[in-house]
Every structure is written in structure tokens, then in C-alpha cells.
């Protein structure tokens, strides 16, 4: 099989169609994101970006394409942690909606827990080796 280069580097921003901007922004900034862009566009429209302290992958909130309606799903966006049980108790605290406790398969599987978003997105939270 032969490859081909391409010239993208790295993944930089995840967008969640979201509706509510504002709650989103005020959601993520209590998890310890940091909003770094929020900016108008084609009109109407905000473009934000909020990333985690120490990252270099943020999540971008804008609307959805004009006339589809925002269906939250499991996201497939994996956050990480260095202490798993410390999170999850201080996500719990902060009234966020997430699994009753984490979640421990074993090796190799990381300690993980899910939470929902204020749309009802769904992320993962796992612990680092």
C-alpha cells in the first residue's frame, strides 16, 4: 500500500454545533477551559473557542448550519486527568451531570468517567498512565 503525505500537522479545534453560546462558554469556564477566540461572523453568528489550560485542542462553539437543529450526541472527545477521582468529584460539586462513579475495567483500559455538556453533548474523562 502506498502513502501520501499531506501537509496537515495536528488536530486544533472540535466544533459542537451549539445553540446557547453564552451557557456553553460559562460551562466550560467553570470546568477550567479558557476561552481564546470569540469573535462575530457572517452576521449574526459568534465564533468561540474555548481550550483547557495546558492544551493545544480547543472545542469550537458556533451555531448550527441555518435550519438544522442541534442533536447532542456522544462526542468521541476524550479529556484527560491526572488524578480521575479528583475530577469526578469536583465535576459532581460543580452540578455538572455525570456517571454516578468512574468507571475501572482495568489494565489496559484507563480509569474513565462521562459527563454531559449543557446541550447534552456527551465527553469522556480518562486518567493519564
Known amino acids: ?10 488536530i486544533s479545534l472540535i466544533c459542537l454545533p451549539t445553540v446557547d453560546v ?3 462558554i460559562a460551562f466550560y469556564e467553570s470546568l477550567g477551559f479558557e476561552k481564546r477566540t ?6 449574526q453568528y459568534r ?9 493545544n485542542t480547543g472545542i469550537a462553539l458556533a451555531p448550527p448550519p441555518p435550519g438544522k437543529d442541534v442533536e447532542p450526541y456522544e462526542t468521541g472527545i476524550i479529556l484527560s ?4 477521582d479528583a ?4 465535576f459532581k460539586a460543580l452540578g ?12 489496559p483500559v484507563p480509569p ?3 459527563f454531559n455538556d449543557p446541550a447534552g453533548y456527551r465527553l469522556m474523562v480518562v486518567q493519564q498512565s
Do not use: L
Open 96 to 107: 455538572v451531570d455525570v456517571d454516578a462513579e468512574v468507571s475501572r475495567m482495568g489494565d
Open 47 to 55: 465564533w468561540v473557542e474555548v481550550y483547557p489550560p495546558s492544551g
Open 1 to 10: 500500500m502506498t502513502t501520501t503525505a499531506t501537509r496537515i500537522g495536528t
Open 81 to 84: 486527568t491526572d488524578d480521575i
Open 87 to 90: 475530577t469526578h468529584e469536583q
Open 38 to 43: 470569540d469573535m462575530p461572523f457572517g452576521g
Open 112 to 114: 474513565m468517567f462521562w
Open 22 to 24: 453564552d451557557r456553553a
